[in-house]
């Protein structure tokens, strides 16, 4: 009887860490996320693999679900609106569309995908002739 009671124990303790930290992931705190890899893709070259810091994209950025807004982790950067939220078979989906520079044709739409089990992220972004896929992971903070 020592035995079961013991092994339930250990369940459950090795159950806890798994069961906090999906938690993280409902869409409603926040998430401190890191892009890794990136691609860019025209319809003239294809696609080809390009560095996070050539796409104007920070390393880190904080999701605040509770204010609907990413920011980049370093103080006074850029904050950008989720316009769009939905959660559909364990996945967070964003959206959003913006103009980075005021009378500059740079436009763009993104969709983000976070899923909740694992907190990888891909972001696809389009705008003037070109497609971007960044790839990621975020953790809840």
């Given at each position: 009887?020592?035995k079961?009671?013991l092994m339930?124990i250990?369940?459950?303790?090795?159950?806890?860490?798994?069961t906090?930290?999906?938690?993280g992931?409902?869409?409603?705190g926040?998430?401190?996320?890191a892009f890794?890899n990136?691609?860019?893709c025209t319809?003239?070259e294809?696609?080809?693999?390009v560095?996070?810091?050539?796409?104007?994209?920070?390393?880190?950025?904080?999701?605040d679900?509770k204010?609907?807004?990413?920011?980049r982790?370093?103080?006074?950067g850029?904050?950008?609106?989720?316009?769009n939220?939905k959660?559909?078979?364990?996945k967070?989906?964003?959206?959003?569309?913006?103009?980075a520079?005021?009378?500059?044709?740079?436009?763009v739409?993104?969709?983000?995908a976070?899923m909740?089990?694992?907190?990888n992220?891909i972001?696809?972004?389009?705008?003037?002739?070109?497609g971007?896929?960044?790839?990621?992971?975020c953790?809840?903070?």
């Amino acid at each position: 009887m020592k035995k079961i009671y013991l092994m339930l124990i250990i369940t459950c303790l090795l159950a806890m860490p798994y069961t906090a930290g999906a938690a993280g992931f409902d869409g409603t705190g926040s998430l401190l996320c890191a892009f890794t890899n990136a691609s860019e893709c025209t319809e003239s070259e294809g696609c080809s693999k390009v560095p996070v810091e050539g796409l104007n994209l920070p390393r880190f950025v904080k999701l605040d679900f509770k204010n609907r807004k990413i920011s980049r982790v370093e103080e006074g950067g850029r904050t950008s609106e989720m316009q769009n939220m939905k959660i559909i078979d364990q996945k967070i989906f964003l959206q959003a569309a913006e103009d980075a520079i005021e009378g500059e044709r740079d436009g763009v739409g993104w969709t983000a995908a976070i899923m909740q089990d694992s907190g990888n992220l891909i972001l696809t972004a389009s705008g003037d002739n070109a497609g971007f896929i960044v790839f990621g992971a975020c953790t809840p903070q």
